[in-house]
């Protein structure tokens, strides 16, 4: 299995607290994704990353930012988090553009 | 709009049945990946299509790419309960740096 590490694995927080989500990978890998998963919705693509401080947003970006300062790490910012953004967010990591390791998910809940 | 329709949505099947879902879509694709996702899991990549008309076999698991690559078919002959899970169909966006999932099917085989 890839290494990828998602933490918290379980949050709960109020509404308009900030929030923030970290993927951790010992796979040395330069494309990193943040997703949502939602019933009815699939995969969504929130951010994505392919170096050292360069990212691009996804196709739900907004009320969320994210930071990669080293390679391993990818971080997943709600500077104020809504109830609309309860989901189950998923980590993923690429190498090559046509294969991803996912992370086993962090689960949010936002009162 | 959903760039990848998935169906069906939900299938329940006794275990020894054969089953096939489907992915499709009015765009055309370069390439088209199914995952496997288990409950409280990260999906996990189970083949990766490319050329129109491909056919690739992954033990009882066979997956098809339409000739004019716009969709694809995943085919279990005998299922298991192990093969219980959510079915994902995944395709690259333009800049190759993006994917697109579709809804998903949810499969679960009866003992």
């Known amino acids: 299995d890839a290494g990828i590490t998602q933490s918290p694995r379980h949050k709960v927080t109020e509404t308009g607290t900030p929030v923030t989500l970290r993927c951790h990978q010992t796979?040395?890998?330069?494309?990193m994704y943040w997703y949502r998963q939602d019933p009815g919705h699939g995969l969504r693509l929130i951010h994505y990353?392919?170096?050292?401080?360069?990212?691009d947003k996804g196709e739900v970006s907004d009320g969320y930012s994210v930071s990669r300062s080293k390679t391993e790490d990818f971080l997943l910012t709600l500077e104020s988090a809504t109830s609309s953004q309860t989901s189950v967010y998923f980590c993923?990591?690429?190498?090559?553009?046509?294969?991803?390791?996912f992370g086993p998910g962090t689960r949010l809940t936002v009162l | 709009t959903q760039l990848l329709e998935q169906s069906p949505q939900f299938l329940s099947i006794q275990e020894g049945e054969n089953l096939t879902v489907y992915c499709n879509s009015s765009?055309?694709?370069?390439?088209l990946q199914w995952y496997r996702q288990e409950p409280g899991e990260g999906p996990v990549l189970l083949v990766t299509?490319?050329?129109?008309?491909e056919v690739k076999k992954l033990k009882r698991l066979t997956f098809q790419f339409g000739d004019a690559r716009k969709d694809s078919s995943l085919h279990i002959t005998a299922a298991q309960t192990g093969d219980t899970g959510l079915y994902l169909c995944?395709?690259?966006?333009?800049?190759?740096?993006?994917?697109?999932f579709g809804t998903g099917t949810s499969l679960t085989v009866i003992p």
């Open positions: 993923a990591i690429s190498e090559i553009y046509n294969e991803q390791f």
């Open positions: 796979e040395n890998h330069r494309y």
């Open positions: 990353s392919y170096g050292v401080k360069d990212t």
């Open positions: 765009s055309v694709f370069s390439s």
């Open positions: 299509v490319v050329t129109g008309g």
């Open positions: 995944a395709v690259p966006g333009n800049t190759g740096n993006q994917f697109y």
